[in-house]
């Protein structure tokens, strides 16, 4: 297959799944799950390429591996946190914002702000698990072998503090005050450099092909969106709003790659 079949393939793979949970949503009143998706839907991708693509056979097993870890682990963490706390507020929200500014119903709020968004922006971020098992040639090489240690210590990064934050937020102690402890003490968002690292370690190893040198588009989206869009501008307006203490905690504490607290 050529490469633009096995994406359309994939493309129509992606919206049969994200239509399945937007009318699962109608009956759930909650999109939540679209957040444990995001990862998951990552690997449904990986999973439809490395069936379909002829590439290099090292490769592909990398970047499924790869993928998979990062996915699975990230779309569990995401799927038990939503039992746990139910409906994730922000959604709520923006979703009844919509309704009383917009008129909109559930369901064209949801199906437009929600999974027309994410679906497309899924599938851009994830290129380079596509694209990056489509070429037979070259073998692995140095680069790959850099971007897999990269991967792995996104992965790594990111569960350990979501680890981290997991505890800290048990502990009654600790309601309403800011996290700042661990990974946390480097970086206010040790998960967003943890996919950063993820994904544009998955990128050097696609690199080394041709097709793959495309999938750029992906880890560039994905830095932008965890840094400008939905990631640390979001959070942190909402962190502002909740604790007292956030507002210091910023201007001593890294955004994402992590450094030393200013004054240490």
């Not at 950063?196 to 040198?213: N, P």
């Not at 939905?230 to 905690?249: F, I, L």
Request: with cysteine; hydrophobic share 50%.
């Amino acid at each position: 297959m050529t490469v633009i079949a096995i994406l359309a393939v994939n493309a129509a793979i992606l919206a049969a799944c994200f239509v399945t949970l937007w009318l699962i949503s109608l009956k759930t009143r909650d999109v939540t799950p679209v957040d444990s998706f995001w990862a998951l839907g990552m690997v449904v991708m990986a999973v439809t390429t490395y069936l379909q693509s002829n590439g290099a056979s090292d490769r592909k097993l990398l970047l499924l591996s790869l993928c998979a870890i990062w996915g699975l682990r990230l779309g569990i963490y995401m799927l038990r946190r939503w039992r746990q706390h139910g409906p994730d507020r922000r959604y709520v929200t923006m979703l009844g914002k919509a309704e009383t500014s917009k008129g909109w119903g559930f369901a064209q709020s949801s199906l437009r702000m929600v999974y027309l968004i994410q679906a497309p922006l899924l599938f851009i971020v994830c290129l380079p698990v596509q694209l990056g098992q489509m070429d037979a040639l070259p073998p692995i090489g140095l680069l790959a072998y850099f971007g897999a240690a990269l991967t792995l210590l996104g992965i790594l990064f990111e569960s350990v503090g979501d680890w981290q934050l997991v505890k800290f937020k048990a502990a009654p102690a600790n309601e309403g005050q800011v996290m700042d402890k661990g990974l946390w003490r480097y970086t206010r968002h040790p998960n967003y450099f943890g996919d950063a690292c993820v994904w544009w370690g998955l990128y050097l190893i696609a690199f080394e092909t041709q097709t793959g040198i495309w999938a750029i588009a992906g880890p560039l989206l994905l830095t932008w969106t965890l840094t400008k869009w939905s990631g640390v501008p979001t959070v942190e307006d909402r962190m502002k709003r909740k604790k007292p203490g956030y507002d210091a905690y910023v201007r001593y504490t890294p955004a994402v790659v992590p450094w030393f607290p200013k004054g240490d």
